[in-house]
């Protein structure tokens, strides 16, 4: 079955602009996370996904926001772009139930966003 | 403050050899630990992973230790292959409170297997 898939792969922004990633889950996840990449920080935790509500959020600023639609797709938005801000963007997906014990995310690709 | 510690950013070694990938962590509600493998331009790939209850977790030539008391695991790769070269990181996350999917990453390994 398919993978998770992000788009876009690639993209240039500069300081002061927003910008929106897209994520679509594994068929049948409900779960979808975000994390963050930076040289050297690890992946940092963003927000969880599960049925449209956010469950867990990571310390981040509010300029940080997401969504997750009916079908499980998710969304992540940046606003007032900042230097600091790029990175690569991961999604992951994980499933079936809302709380079991299998905490085994599938990423994707991830986004790599450049702020100039 | 890092609650997830990969306190070597690389390591090399001989194809046919030991690697061994390190990690600790400081937070005790963690109860749930993974590997996850990363190659340039791809997402992390899953590897392996170990409960708190246990002390050991083997997948072919991937062994994960944790010892609980000093707040430590390992990656073991036996042997290793050029193909294993790649990022790895440790990811922790605990199971109460729906967390289970917020996972605390370290910084990473960058594992270099010489032919």
């Known amino acids: 079955k398919a993978g998770v898939t992000q788009t876009p792969r690639y993209l240039i922004k500069t300081r002061g602009q927003q910008v929106t990633l897209s994520c679509s889950p594994i068929?049948?996840?409900?779960?979808v996370s975000w994390y963050q990449q930076t040289p050297g920080q690890g992946l940092q935790f963003l927000f969880e996904?599960?049925?449209?509500?956010?469950?867990n959020k990571g310390n981040f600023p509010g300029r940080f926001s997401g969504r997750q639609f009916s079908n499980s797709r998710s969304e992540m938005n940046v606003s007032t772009l900042e230097l600091g801000d790029s990175a690569l963007y991961l999604c992951?997906?994980?499933?079936?139930?809302?709380?079991?014990?299998?905490?085994?995310?599938?990423f994707g690709a991830g986004s790599r966003l450049t702020v100039l | 403050d890092q609650q997830v510690k990969q306190n070597s950013p690389s390591l090399s070694v001989q194809e046919g050899r030991i690697s061994i990938l390190n990690c600790d962590y400081t937070?005790?509600?963690?109860?749930?630990f993974l590997w996850y493998k990363k190659y340039p331009a791809e997402g992390p790939t899953f590897l392996i992973s170990?409960?708190?209850?246990?002390d050991k977790n083997e997948d072919g030539r991937f062994t994960v230790f944790l010892n609980k008391s000093a707040k430590h695991l390992s990656l073991h790769i036996v042997p290793s292959q050029p193909g294993d070269s790649a990022v790895y990181f440790c990811?922790?996350?605990?199971?109460?409170?729906?967390?289970?999917?917020?996972?605390?990453f370290g910084s990473g390994t960058q594992l270099t297997v010489l032919p």
């Open positions: 992951a997906s994980s499933g079936p139930g809302p709380s079991s014990g299998a905490n085994v995310l599938t």
């Open positions: 068929s049948g996840h409900r779960s």
């Open positions: 996904y599960f049925s449209e509500t956010q469950r």
């Open positions: 937070n005790s509600m963690f109860d749930y």
């Open positions: 170990i409960s708190s209850i246990k």
């Open positions: 990811a922790a996350s605990g199971s109460r409170d729906g967390s289970a999917r917020q996972l605390t």
